[in-house]
T-cell receptor
Framework: AQSVTQPDIHITVSEGASLELRCNYS??????LFWYVQSPGQGLQLLLK??????LVQGIKGFEAEFKRSQSSFNLRKPSVHWSDAAEYFC???????????FGSGTQLTVLP | NAGVTQTPKFRILKIGQSMTLQCTQD?????MYWYRQDPGMGLKLIYY???????DKGEVPNGYNVSRSTTEDFPLRLELAAPSQTSVYFC????????????FGPGTRLTVT
């Protein structure tokens, strides 16, 4: 069965600083990988996804992620964080006949002014 | 275009009561999912459906039932509510194509006391 690990429960960065959120996955085949963001009291919004091809994928809100098969990682990055990026971020792997998602436990991002 | 809608937004149940969480999507998506999110945790899949009349169990199905009589609706039934079912419940849907993402509803916050 697939699994997703987000080793950082909480990250704090200053506004304007760069950001990297870590995600490691375990899956026997080529993974379908996603990053979602959840603002307080809201549902989940897709930031970006990877299925195949170019290992560096661009998403919304200036986010990007890099798939590294050798490290089983799919880390999320942003060059300059904005206060509005404060939220919880979830990495997920999709598998199965319905591409059911298995989520990591999330990383809470705090942005300092 | 409303996307995925869920009702109610909030509900308090007494132990042993039953209720149905409603989920409707207007995107003509074949695939629908129910997840629960416990504090500090990622989302866990309860049930999913690949089309009208077809449902299957996810990771944490005990204590829940689903039905899918139409493409649009995917209600989640809680029988004999227990405190362990206190959670936030998210419904999601996705289309048929290989690159499909899941679109999430705003969630239902359920407390069982």
């Amino acid at each position: 069965a697939q699994s997703v690990t987000q080793p950082d429960i909480h990250i704090t960065v200053s506004e304007g600083a760069s950001l990297e959120l870590r995600c490691n996955y375990s899956y026997g085949a080529t993974p379908y990988l996603f990053w979602y963001v959840q603002s307080p009291g809201q549902g989940l919004q897709l930031l970006l996804k990877y299925f195949s091809g170019d290992t560096l994928v661009q998403g919304i809100k200036g986010f990007e992620a890099e798939f590294k098969r050798s490290q089983s990682s799919f880390n999320l990055r942003k060059p300059s964080v904005h206060w509005s990026d404060a939220a919880e971020y979830f990495c997920a792997v999709g598998a199965g006949s319905a591409r059911q998602l298995t989520f990591g436990s999330g990383t809470q991002l705090t942005v300092l002014p | 275009n409303a996307g995925v809608t869920q009702t109610p937004k909030f509900r308090i149940l007494k132990i042993g009561q039953s209720m149905t969480l409603q989920c409707t999507q207007d995107m003509n998506h074949n695939y629908m999912y129910w997840y629960r999110q416990d504090p500090g945790m990622g989302l866990k899949l309860i049930y999913y459906s690949v089309g009208a009349g077809i449902t299957d169990k996810g990771e944490v199905p005990n204590g829940y039932n689903v039905s899918r009589s139409t493409t649009e609706d995917f209600p989640l039934r809680l029988e004999l509510a227990a405190p362990s079912q206190t959670s936030v419940y998210f419904c999601a849907s996705s289309g048929r194509d290989l690159l499909r993402e899941q679109y999430f509803g705003p969630g239902t916050r359920l407390t069982v006391t």
